[in-house]
């Protein structure tokens, strides 16, 4: 018993391999996570990216001189309290960083709206909602906004 103290000079093959599969343990879980913040990541770029063009699309259209028809691809603007009323207008493509983003926006003004003065109608205000969305389709970016009517 006291040879086998005396002449310890170094570990053993199995607290060699032992603390082997500890590191490869901890090291794996790590790099899970570095796996998972990269995907993160990327869906939050794609995420800043659409809703961004979606508010610049929106400020565009702000600042742009709409009739009603031009502004509804001539048809009449829907009517915001019946939805199914409500159209799809495709919008424009928008190259950006060797991507095609497809931009849509629905149309609607409030005309229903009994007794009152500054109704969407009487101040020439169309709501707008932008949506665009990413080439694969899994990311969509949405801003509403208001439009005035020449």
Known sequence: MKYILINKKGFTLLEVVASLAIISIILLSFAQLFVQSNRVAFFNNEKLIVTNLADAVLGRMQNT????????????????????????????NIQLNDKVYTVTYTACQNSNIKNALNSEQNLNLVRVTVSVTTPNGKTTGKTEGYVVLE
């Open 65 to 92: 001189s709409y009739t009603a028809k031009r502004l509804g691809n001539n048809e009449p603007i829907a009517n915001c309290s019946q939805p199914n009323t409500l159209k799809k207008l495709s919008g424009e």
